[in-house]
């Protein structure tokens, strides 16, 4: 059996039992709160968040850090063909975010070999304080506009998340902040505090759509690795949208295609009208702009119509 099908298998198993108990629930009790956030009931469980604290950091360890839609299986990919043409082994890897795991996963984590690629949704409040001590975390951007339509059709299509019966219904709990892992701009700027620690990278999912070879070796120099430029070029082929929606449809089976539904730079076009445009604008002007993240997120180039 290939490693790609021992994946499917243990993955296909892991998410029929996710569905079938969400599938007994009621819309309210898809999700629970936690330190005034929203999650999903079925994912995550304060027992978890709890269990997140004693998860040792590591030097070697390299956290990315995203809102939700914002790249992070993207993000996992290439860090993923990085740490292994690096090391000639696949790095450690979690089953989905940190977050996601049962409370036992993290006493299983401490006791696996480094190099280990970790990635969570959570908050910089809520990551766990030895990380933000001892290790080099990538934080992953992307306009709000991309992400707001990406999180729309994920949430509708994941059968474990609440569903909305509209855009018009999705897009005012998103701007409100009442969207699972919360606000899309409490998070941002609660990480904009930060970002001059010493031990932050911000990339954005724009710039790594337009540039994405410049973008390896910002995330090489930042963690002292050395890669060829045959191997930048490897790692490129092997994190296009193509390559990763082939590879999803067999490690991820029928859910392949609700983790890979088009990652493009301005799909916000489809669903929004001018007065919601405007309306995030003002959202935007309101909360990001002037801060550093936020001119990051280059908004007038992918924001306006």
């Known amino acids: 059996m290939s490693g790609y099908e021992e994946e499917r298998r243990k993955r296909e198993k892991i998410v029929a039992g996710l569905h079938e108990r969400a599938s007994k629930m009621t819309p309210a009790e898809l999700i629970f709160k936690y330190k005034g956030i929203v999650y999903p009931t079925v994912l995550c469980s304060e027992a978890t968040f709890q269990a997140m604290e004693t998860l040792k950091a590591r030097e070697d360890d390299v956290l990315i850090m995203t809102y939700p839609k914002c790249g992070t299986n993207w993000s996992i990919q290439i860090l993923n063909e990085i740490l292994t043409a690096i090391h000639n082994k696949e790095p450690t890897k979690a089953f989905g975010t940190l977050e996601f795991g049962k409370p036992e996963t993290f006493e299983q984590l401490n006791q696996m070999p480094s190099p280990r690629l970790l990635a969570s949704h ?94 390896v070796r910002k995330i090489c120099e930042f963690y002292g690795l050395t890669l060829t430029e045959e191997q930048i070029k490897l790692v490129q082929e092997k994190s296009t949208f193509a390559f990763m929606k082939e590879k999803y449809a067999t490690t991820h089976g029928k859910m392949g295609d609700v983790f890979m539904r088009k990652g493009e730079v301005g799909d916000w076009k489809s669903l929004f009208t001018e007065a919601q445009s405007k309306e995030m604008d003002a959202m935007f002007e309101k909360h990001l702009a002037g801060t550093k993240l936020g001119e990051m997120m280059s908004y007038g180039k992918y924001c306006t119509y």
């Open 122 to 215: 959570v908050t910089y409040g809520n990551t766990p304080k030895t990380f933000l001590e001892k290790t080099k975390i990538l934080l992953i951007l992307r306009n709000p506009k991309d992400t707001a339509v990406s999180f729309f059709h994920f949430t509708n299509k994941n059968p474990v998340l609440p569903t909305y019966e509209s855009w018009d219904l999705f897009l005012r709990d998103f701007i409100n902040g009442n969207v699972i892992f919360g606000s899309y701009f409490d998070y941002h700027l609660e990480w904009d505090k930060h970002i001059d620690d010493g031990n932050i990278l911000a990339l954005t999912f724009e710039d790594m759509k337009e540039d994405l070879p410049a973008q």
